[in-house]
């Protein structure tokens, strides 16, 4: 049975304890809060007021949200979330989440011209407001002088925010607003105080932009024409956004190197609909690449405030192509963006010995190579993967210098590859694609000459090395080609579909120039982003979804300029309806990644064409209604949907398909299991926005194995705007049905009046082919929480065995059915509800992640009645007493078994421990002491870094401690839970701090077992400073056993000194091996400070501090000599300067200093030859890495406590 661990996880609640736990306070973390706005006591003035007036200390309230979206967030700690959690105005609340960005001739390949089209119906989109949430803005470039421009638009109600390096001043007519938003950043760990907050040394507490990814994006939008454009000589000539004359306000919500947070960006749409924009641009995704539910997505609720006001939002469909079911933003509020090419490109070739020519891309603007050949190699060749992928500190110097290397695409930043070449000697880089990237080129500022290939040429110019020991090459660069064929194709990165969460709705909407982007850039960094690039540019060339969608938010201000009563949804399907699906060589769109044609899952409608999107003849319209009808189909409760609408619904009246809501695209899902014939009916209404009069005739393109049917099939319109609704039948043939790869068949209704050609795609995923069962396909009615808590606990108690838990996306809970067992039986009602929800067997449980939000309230509801009403017996003797024992034990029956349902949802919810340990502690019952063992190991299994879990585990080995005839064998399975735990989950400090407690518990034969076992895995983790902090802990406890056992005199332990000489050569050997790794040089000083205090003996004891004088066995000098090897060996860095040899002489020299600093007479001869002023340069050199070592340096050299 594969571990439930290993399916797909959308999200885990946030443990959030009543009251304070036993052990420490956890530190704050950032909660966004949804509230019931009308709930609001006229007494106070402001929701601020209201929100602050429920605290009964201060706490940090980083924004409140009126707009798109009512609540705050708060950098709270668990015990102050728990008091505002049980107020009843609380709808529901989420962690801060971190997200990523997804990171010129475009208007031309648009259809946009000068003197006729778009751009002149919309005087080239003046005076729409187009809001940008994004890395913030370099206002000095020329793409956004306000020459010419009118007045701001006396509708705009924003402000001009300054900060670091930006002023009033850097506002003007173009950009009329500006605003950052770092408070989330600020609050969340890691990045806050603890983490360092703002890094001023590299970023701008300001709107200025230090990341360049903000400037690129809104000069995309709205630049102005822009005169002597190009990217050092590449793309040049005029530059010019989508909307020229569109008014910018920037919202800084992403910081360099650091992301953006769900909290800030939620504050940034509330801000920009407040201000007054028409349309907002976001080019951010999910940082894990998993998209939540909308009531858990802020850039979905956001967007929806936006939307429901008349605010147009384009995103970005995120860059994880070409694999299916990558794209994300998915809400249908959202218009969705994915990435097309242009017709333009950088064109460079390598010429082999052979005489064979391959081409690729490349923007390197440095010395070429002028036609000399190089040898070159392959470091991959060897097998080694870091060597084949060029990662730091991976190519032989030897191999490579005087070269051109040949680098596989993936893992580190592609310009960086070319640098680690340059430190390792090689002239000239080829950059090959792998198979995920196919033929998907992107040009690159490259350092040094490179060119960048495509995976069959890739492999070509391996094989030639492969063949040929004296193989030679060279680049030749080609600057910019116009009139590339074909274009547009689709981006290979560009997220494809279907959609992960309701396949009814297409996602991506519709693709856009994405690749090779000319825009404005920022002062801040060089154009490849990197350090070490030192050069400044005024524009960029980036690819990324990031870049396709600015060019449909321009796109939405231009229609939006010419057409002022178009509503979101209508400037979408004006977009959608008439969007291309052929290219330049008027053939059907091919995939950049493979060369064969694309489906809708790859490109939706198509690709952008504003000069027919003017006038699209027909739109498909959607008000605010529409959408909660649609989140009311997709079994949304009502209060769920009020975390997104922010009023309440009642879905009883509504329950349309969710495939009905009315979308320029039409989804219907069948299922392979069936056979024969089925048929599906779908409801359309579009709008006349052409002419008054007109007829439109019905075109249909059918799969094969499909018929489509409408009624009727034609439409006659007498008036503009007005609407008429048609019904599409779709029968399906499983017989005849030929499934394309992704297990769908595509098809197109249009609608046509001789002008207009009003297209919407068909597409036919089907459930057993690919795979995807989502929510809205099981057509059950919204589970009632306690009900679906009573199953949980029904299936808890009928196996006590359970061992397993995971949280399971509802796409997979078909394959689980099919060849497992569905939850336990209910024995009652609704038993296919809940066979969809939750799943067990084998002692595993899975449950859905759609039943985690209504299965939490439940459950924090049911343990919060019962702890109360057990507390009351509890506290007070007489009421215990007085009560009937079946009615006592009963309240703790119903207490453990409510919070044991509630902690596998949320596992620090201190509390809800705390209360068992109150049942424990009056029960004293061996049999249920272990049963918490059992339990909270199950917990461990999904959440193995929870606090409390440990905890708990470590509280009950105390109280079974001092009367446990088989403690050591409890011990024993607790060691190999850790080790089991901290291999699932790196880095698990919490983990091995419990194995370091269990050491006072374990004997020393154990302890010596313990040593030997754990080796191993030290080996195989030299940077995890746990796992060596455990070893440390066992080799003083080994000390401690044999001070024990000997009297004083006779201390010395030859076992102990052999095993501690085994450790200190085995570490000098892995310090070789893994260069720069910190755990090793700080395990390696405990090794010497136990050298010292139990085997040192010198002819120097007046040197040595007086709490070592009493120990002598082994000459000291020996260890001085060795020590001084080790340090030289360790700072000698090659000439390539790799950044971990930085760290490994910095490591050394400091080790040294506080060595020095521990015996400074024995060592004051030998010190000499090391010059201080060479020990000062290497600790002081820049590293790569944050060191505990330099960091803690002046503390230790101030000190000669060893202990």
């Known amino acids: 049975m594969a571990s439930l661990l290993t399916l797909f996880m959308c999200f885990t609640f946030t443990a959030i304890p009543f009251f304070s736990p036993v052990s420490a306070e956890p530190a704050a973390k950032t909660y966004i809060f949804r509230v019931d706005s009308f709930s609001k006591p006229a007494v106070f003035p402001t929701h601020y007021h209201w929100y602050t007036s429920e605290f009964t200390e201060p706490v940090n309230i980083l924004h409140v949200y009126d707009t798109v979206f009512h609540g705050f967030s708060a950098s709270l700690t668990p015990s102050q979330a728990a008091s505002v959690l049980q107020h009843p105005s609380i709808l529901a609340t989420f962690e801060d989440r971190l997200r990523q960005l997804h990171t010129t001739r475009s208007p031309q390949f648009l259809g946009l011209r000068n003197q006729k089209g778009l751009w002149s119906e ?78 001023n040394t590299v970023e701008f507490k300001s709107p200025r932009d230090a990341d360049g990814h903000g400037t690129h994006t809104a000069s995309t939008a709205a630049g102005r024409h822009t005169f002597r454009a190009s990217m050092s000589g590449y793309a040049s000539g005029i530059a010019k956004g989508v909307a020229p004359k569109a008014r910018l306000a920037v919202y800084k919500v992403c910081w360099k190197n650091s992301g953006c ?112 050949m190089f040898s070159v190699v392959y470091p991959g060749k060897s097998g080694v993967l870091s060597a084949s992928l060029c990662m730091e500190n991976s190519l032989d110097p030897h ?79 080609h600057g910019t080609v116009i009139g590339v064929k074909p274009a547009p194709v689709v981006a290979s990165f560009s997220g494809r579909g279907p959609n992960g969460l309701n396949p009814e709705i297409l996602k991506p909407d519709l693709i856009a120039p994405g690749v090779n982007i000319l825009a404005a850039w920022t002062d801040a960094v060089g154009p490849t982003g990197l350090d070490l690039d030192n050069r400044k540019a005024e524009f960029n060339i980036l690819s990324g979804t990031s870049m396709a969608c600015p060019h449909v938010s321009g796109a939405a201000a231009l229609l939006k300029s010419a057409h002022p009563d178009w509503s979101p949804a209508a400037i979408r399907s004006a977009m959608m309806t008439t969007a291309n699906l052929v290219d330049n060589r008027l053939q059907p769109m091919t995939d950049e990644a493979t060369g064969k ?98 007829v439109y005739r019905v075109k ?114 078909a394959a689980l059915n099919e060849d497992g067992t569905p939850s336990t039986s209910v024995g009652s009602v609704r038993k296919s509800t809940f066979d969809t929800l939750l799943w067990s067997r084998d002692h595993k449980l899975g449950i859905s992640t759609k039943a985690l939000f209504p299965l939490y309230v439940a459950a924090k509801n049911a343990f919060v009645e019962a702890y109360k009403s057990y507390k009351v017996y509890h506290r007070d003797d007489k009421n215990a007493s007085a009560c009937s024992s079946s009615s006592y034990f009963s309240l703790e029956s119903e207490l453990m078994k409510h919070s044991r349902a509630l902690l596998l949802l949320s596992s620090d919810f201190g509390t809800a421990w705390n209360s068992r340990k109150l049942v424990l502690s009056k029960k004293q019952s061996f049999s249920m002491f272990m049963n918490e063992l059992i339990f909270s190991s199950v917990i461990l299994s999904h959440s193995p870094k929870s606090e409390q879990a440990w905890s708990q585990r470590r509280w009950v080995i105390k109280m079974i401690a001092g009367n446990c005839s088989n403690l050591q064998e409890i011990m024993e399975r607790e060691s190999e839970l850790v080790k089991k735990l901290a291999e699932r989950s790196k880095m698990n400090y919490r983990a091995w701090n419990h194995r370091c407690w269990l050491v006072s518990y374990t004997s020393a034969e154990q302890v010596l077992q313990e040593f030997n076992k754990s080796r191993e895995w030290a080996g ?79 002819d120097h004891d007046r040197f040595l501090p007086p709490n070592y004088r009493n120990i002598r066995t082994v000459d000291i000098d020996m260890l001085i000599d060795n020590e001084l090897e080790l340090f030289y060996s360790c700072t000698i860095v090659p000439d390539s300067y790799f950044e971990d040899y930085r760290a490994q002489a910095t490591f050394a020299a400091t080790y040294m200093v506080w060595l020095k600093k521990q015996l400074s007479g024995a060592l004051a001869i030998d010190i000499q030859k090391v010059e201080t002023s060479r020990l000062k340069s290497l600790i002081t050199n820049e590293c790569p890495e944050k060191s505990l070592l330099w960091n803690s340096l002046p503390e230790l050299c101030e000190s000669t406590q060893l202990f």
């Not at 005076?127 to 020459?147: A, C, H, K, M, N």
């Not at 070319?418 to 950059?431: D, T």
């Not at 007498?718 to 098809?747: C, H, M, P, Q, W």
């Open 122 to 199: 919309s005087d080239y989109g003046s005076d729409v407001i187009v809001g940008v949430l994004d890395t913030g803005i370099w206002p000095e470039r020329r793409s956004f002088s306000d020459l010419n421009l009118g007045p701001v638009p006396t509708r705009w109600k924003g402000v001009c925010e300054t900060g670091d390096k930006f002023t009033a001043h850097n506002c003007n007519r173009k950009i009329i607003g500006a605003r950052f938003f770092s408070k989330g950043h600020e609050a969340a760990p890691g990045f806050g105080p603890f983490g360092g907050g703002i890094n």
């Open 261 to 372: 947070f769900d909290s800030d960006i939620l504050a940034a749409f509330d801000a920009a609909v407040s201000d007054g924009v028409d349309v907002i641009s976001i080019s951010i995704g999910g940082g894990d690449g998993i998209s939540s539910p909308y009531y858990l997505d802020p850039i979905a609720i956001g967007a929806y405030g936006a939307v429901s006001r008349g605010v147009f939002v384009s995103s970005s469909a995120g860059n994880d192509g070409p694999n299916g079911m990558s794209v994300t933003n998915l809400a249908p509020w959202l218009t969705t963006v994915g990435a097309g090419t242009i017709d333009r490109n950088f064109p460079a070739e390598v010429i082999l010995g052979n005489g064979r020519k391959l081409f690729g891309v490349s923007l390197y603007a440095g010395k070429p190579l002028n036609g000399k």
């Open 399 to 477: 191999l490579v210098r005087g070269k051109i290397v040949i680098c596989d695409r993936g893992s580190n930043p592609r310009v960086a590859k070319g640098m680690v070449v340059n430190k390792a000697g090689g002239v000239g880089m080829i950059l090959a694609n792998g198979v995920s990237n196919g033929e998907g080129l992107v040009g690159d500022a490259h350092l040094i000459p490179t060119c960048a290939v495509g995976a069959n040429e890739g492999d070509a110019i391996k094989s030639y090395i492969v063949k040929n020991p004296t193989a030679s090459a060279t680049i030749n660069f």
């Open 597 to 694: 044609p694309v489906t809708p899952y790859d490109y939706g409608a198509g690709h952008l064409n504003l000069d027919l999107a003017l006038d699209p003849g027909l739109v498909y319209d959607l008000a605010n209604e529409d959408y909660v009808s649609f989140l009311c189909a997709i079994e949304y409760g009502p209060k769920t949907i009020q975390v997104i609408t922010k009023s309440p619904v009642n879905c009883s009246m509504r329950k349309p398909l969710p495939e009905n809501l009315n979308y320029p695209s039409i989804a219907a899902l069948f299922s392979t299991a069936s056979r024969g014939v089925s048929s599906k009916a779908f409801f359309r209404t579009v709008t006349n926005v052409g002419d008054a009069n007109a």
């Open 700 to 813: 249909i393109e059918a799969p094969k194995g499909v018929t489509v049917s409408v009624k009727p099939a034609k439409l006659v319109f007498t008036e503009k705007v007005r609407k008429l609704s048609y019904y599409v039948t779709i029968t399906v043939d499983s017989k005849n049905l030929v499934l394309n790869d992704s297990g769908a068949v595509f098809g197109s209704l249009s609608w046509i009046d001789g002008k207009h050609v009003v297209r919407s795609p068909i597409v036919l995923p089907t459930l057993r082919q690919s795979s995807l069962v989502v929510n809205s396909q099981f057509k059950m009615e919204e589970p009632d929480p306690l009900e679906l808590l009573n199953q949980l606990e029904e299936i808890l108690e009928s196996d006590p065995l359970i061992d397993e838990i995971g949280f399971i996306h509802p796409s997979q809970f």
């Open 1020 to 1098: 195989l983790h030299v940077a995890d400073n746990s796992c060596f902090h455990y070893r440390a802990r066992l080799m003083l406890r080994l000390f401690e056993e044999s001070q024990h056992s000997k009297d004083q005199d006779a201390s010395f332990d030859p076992e102990l000194h052999e095993l501690l000489k085994d450790e200190f050569n085995w570490v000098e050997q892995m310090i070789k091996r893994y260069v720069g790794r910190e755990a090793l040089w700080l395990h390696r000083r405990f090794l010497l400070t136990c050298w010292i205090r139990y085997f040192a003996r010198c």
